[in-house]
C-alpha cells in the first residue's frame, strides 16, 4: 500500500463553549437560571450583581432585583407569583408559656420579631402525640407505634395484619389479636377514619364517628358497607330500591358520603409550594396586544470594576486566570441578554398569531406549531422548543406555559382548521351546560361539533374530555 499527503477543504459546525453556554441558559427556567447564575457569582469574582447584591442569596421567586437589561423597557411592571393553592389543615402549635400562661413581656422589646409561619405537624407526629396521653401498657404502645409507622401518606395501613406480624421476630411472641386491638386503639384516634384498611372502612369509620342523630347516618352507613361499588357506578336506581327511598333522600345521603374525606392523611402533607415566575407580561396598549419582560425575573449582572481595574494595571502572567474569569464573565452577562430578547421575540410572535385568545378566550385559540414561529424568526424549531419549554407568559387571562398556545389542529368542514385547545374548550363549555340528569355522551358531543362545522371523531371527543379530566357520561349523572 503507498502512503500519500493529501490536503482537504470541508466546513463544520463546532458548539464553542460560548454557544454550549447560551444553548444551555437558554432552556432553564427562570428558577433554574437563578441557581446556575448564583453558582457563577460564587466561582467568578469578575462577576456581580448590581445594587451590591453579589453577597445576598437570592430572594424568594417574584422578588429578585430588576434585569440589567429592562432599562428599554417603558412600562416595567412587576408579575405576580403564580402559586397552587394549599391546605394546611389544623395548626397545632406548642408554645412554652410558663406554669402561669402566657409569658410576660418586657416592655423594653420593640416587638420586631420575624413573622414565621406555624409548621404543620406530619401525620405520624400528630398521632404519636395521641398515643402519649394515653393509658395503654408499654406493650400496647409500642405496637400503636409500630402500626403508626406502617400507614402511607393517605393514611391507611399499607401492610395488612398477618403480613405486618410475619416480619416481626418471632421471640416478641406477638399474636395476631395483639396487632387486632392496637389497630383498634390507633383507629381511635383523630383525624377520624385513619389506620383503615380500604377505602369502604375509611368511610364507615367517619360515619360512625359522627353524632348518632346526624340526619341519614344509617342509611349511609348501609351504603359504604354494603353498595358503595353502586354509587360509584352512579346506579341510583338499585340504590333506591335497597334503601327504600326516593330521590330526595338518596340525594342527601349522596351528600353525606361525598363530603367525608377518603384521605384523612392528605391534611398532614408537607408537599412544596411551587412558584411560577412569569418571563414576560403581556398588555393591550392602544389597542394592541405586546409583551414585555418581566423586570422581577431578570437578574442585573455586571463586571466587578475592582478587580477589573487591577486586571487593567497588571498584564503579568499571574492575571492570566482573571483575564480568562472577566471574558468567562462578558460571555455570561451576553448569553443572558441574549436569552431574554430570544424569549421576548418568541412571545410577541406568539402573541400575533394568537391574539383572538387574548380577546376571546380558548374558544378562539387558533392552529400553531413550532415550525411556524421558527421560520417567522429566521430561528431553529429546537430553539423555539427550548424557549417556550417552562417559561411562562403572566396575561390578564392567567399565566400560560409559552408550550400551550401551540396544539395540533382537527379539520373543519369548511376547509379550514381548529385548534385542539379550541375544541377541548368547547367540550368543557358543553358538559358545563348539559343536564346534569341526562349529560351528553360523546357520540352526542361529536354531533353537535359537527353541526359547528367541526368534524371530530367519537374517540377523539373521548380522549380530548380525559385530558380534561372529565368524567364518563355515566359517572357525570346526578339525580
Excluded at 83 to 100: N, Q, W
Excluded at 173 to 184: G, S, T, V, Y
Excluded at 284 to 309: E, F, H, Q
Amino acid at each position: 500500500m503507498k502512503h500519500s499527503l493529501q490536503l482537504r477543504l470541508s466546513q463544520h459546525l463546532t458548539l464553542t463553549p460560548q454557544l454550549q453556554q447560551s444553548i444551555r441558559l437558554l432552556q432553564l427556567s427562570t428558577l433554574e437560571l437563578n441557581q446556575e447564575l448564583e453558582r457563577f457569582l460564587q466561582e467568578n469574582p469578575l462577576l456581580e450583581r448590581e445594587d451590591g447584591m453579589s453577597d445576598q442569596p437570592p430572594g424568594p421567586p417574584g422578588t429578585q432585583a430588576a434585569g440589567d437589561f429592562s432599562a428599554s423597557q417603558e412600562e416595567p411592571a412587576g408579575g405576580d407569583a403564580a402559586r397552587e393553592p394549599e391546605y394546611t389543615g389544623t395548626e397545632f402549635t406548642t408554645v412554652d408559656d410558663g406554669p402561669f400562661g402566657a409569658a410576660p413581656r418586657d416592655d423594653g422589646d420593640d416587638g420586631d420579631f420575624p413573622q414565621i409561619a406555624a409548621d404543620t405537624p406530619t401525620l405520624r407526629a400528630h398521632l404519636l402525640s395521641q398515643l402519649s396521653l394515653t393509658m395503654l401498657s408499654e406493650r400496647d404502645r409500642r405496637l400503636v407505634a409500630l402500626l403508626i409507622d406502617s400507614l402511607d401518606d393517605d393514611g391507611y395501613l399499607a401492610q395488612d395484619i398477618p403480613d405486618l406480624l410475619a416480619s416481626l421476630p418471632p421471640e416478641l411472641a406477638i399474636e395476631p389479636e395483639d396487632l387486632q386491638i392496637a389497630l383498634k386503639h390507633l383507629q381511635n384516634f383523630e383525624p377520624a377514619g385513619v389506620g383503615a384498611r380500604n377505602l369502604r372502612e375509611c368511610l364507615a369509620m367517619q360515619l360512625a364517628a359522627l353524632p348518632e342523630e346526624t340526619p341519614y347516618r344509617a342509611k349511609a352507613l348501609e351504603i359504604v358497607r354494603n353498595h358503595l361499588d353502586a354509587l360509584a357506578a352512579r346506579d341510583f336506581t338499585r340504590l333506591k330500591r335497597a334503601l327504600r327511598c326516593d330521590d330526595d333522600c338518596l340525594r342527601a345521603v349522596q351528600k353525606l358520603i361525598t363530603g367525608l374525606n377518603p384521605k384523612p392523611g392528605r391534611d398532614f402533607s408537607t408537599e412544596e409550594t411551587r412558584y411560577v415566575v412569569p418571563d414576560v407580561i403581556v398588555k393591550k396598549v392602544k389597542g394592541v396586544w405586546l409583551a414585555a419582560l418581566n423586570p422581577d425575573a431578570m437578574p442585573r449582572l455586571r463586571i466587578n470594576r475592582l478587580y477589573a481595574d487591577i486586571l487593567s494595571r497588571n498584564r503579568n502572567a499571574g492575571a492570566q486566570q482573571l483575564a480568562g474569569q472577566l471574558q468567562e464573565a462578558k460571555w455570561l452577562i451576553k448569553n443572558v441578554q441574549q436569552r431574554f430578547d430570544t424569549i421576548l421575540r418568541v412571545s410577541q410572535a406568539i402573541i400575533d398569531r394568537q391574539r383572538h385568545f387574548f380577546e376571546h378566550g380558548e374558544v378562539a385559540m387558533r392552529p400553531l406549531v413550532l415550525r411556524e414561529i421558527a421560520e417567522a424568526l429566521d430561528l431553529h424549531e429546537s430553539t423555539v422548543s427550548r424557549v417556550t419549554t417552562q417559561k411562562y407568559m403572566h396575561t390578564p387571562r392567567g399565566i400560560f406555559e409559552l408550550k400551550y398556545f401551540f396544539g395540533s389542529h382537527v379539520t373543519t368542514e369548511t376547509g379550514g382548521a381548529a385548534s385542539s385547545t379550541a375544541i377541548r374548550a368547547l367540550i368543557k363549555q358543553l358538559v358545563g351546560a348539559e343536564n346534569s340528569r341526562k349529560p351528553l355522551s360523546d357520540s352526542q358531543i361529536s354531533e353537535i361539533l359537527g353541526q359547528q362545522g367541526i368534524v371530530v371523531a367519537r374517540r377523539t371527543v373521548a380522549k380530548y374530555r380525559e385530558s380534561l379530566q372529565i368524567l364518563p357520561v355515566n359517572l357525570r349523572k346526578t339525580l
